[in-house]
C-alpha cells in the first residue's frame, strides 16, 4: 500500500486583510505628549557635539564623567560644552552633581530606555 504524499495544498492568500495579520497601528499610537516629551529627548541627541558628549559619557570606565574632562575629546570651548551638557540635562538623559567647583555627569538610564521603546 501506498501513500499519496503529492497531495495538492491550497494556495496561500497574498493579501491578507488588516485584521488578520495584526491589530490596527492606533493600538500602539503615542499619544501627543508622550511625542512631545520623546522629542525634546531625540532632538537633544541631535545634535552632533551633543550625540558625542553623551557617548563619552556613557562610555566613561566609572559610568560618570566630570565636565572637565569633556572639553578636550570635543574640541569645543568649556562655555560650549556646558551649553550642551545643559541642554542633554534638561532633556533628561543626564544627572549631575556638583562636587566641589566640578559637575559630574551621568546617563539616565531610564529616560535612555523611555526613548529606545518606541524605536523597538
Known amino acids: 500500500m501506498s501513500i499519496n504524499i503529492t497531495k495538492t ?3 496561500r492568500q497574498l493579501s491578507a486583510t488588516p485584521n488578520e495579520c495584526c491589530g490596527p497601528v492606533s493600538d500602539a499610537a503615542l499619544t501627543t ?3 512631545e516629551g520623546l522629542a525634546v529627548g531625540f532632538a537633544a541627541l541631535a545634535d552632533p557635539v551633543r550625540l558625542k558628549l553623551f557617548s563619552l559619557i556613557a562610555a566613561s570606565p566609572n559610568t560618570e564623567t566630570c565636565a572637565c574632562n569633556l572639553v578636550k575629546p570635543t574640541g569645543r570651548s568649556q562655555p560650549t560644552v556646558s551649553h550642551h551638557l545643559k541642554v542633554l540635562r534638561e532633556a ?4 549631575s552633581e556638583k562636587r566641589g567647583t566640578w559637575v559630574w555627569y551621568r546617563v539616565n538610564h531610564e529616560r535612555l530606555n523611555e526613548l529606545r521603546t518606541p524605536l523597538a
Open 9 to 11: 495544498l491550497p494556495r
Open 92 to 95: 533628561g538623559l543626564l544627572l
Open 33 to 35: 505628549k508622550q511625542a
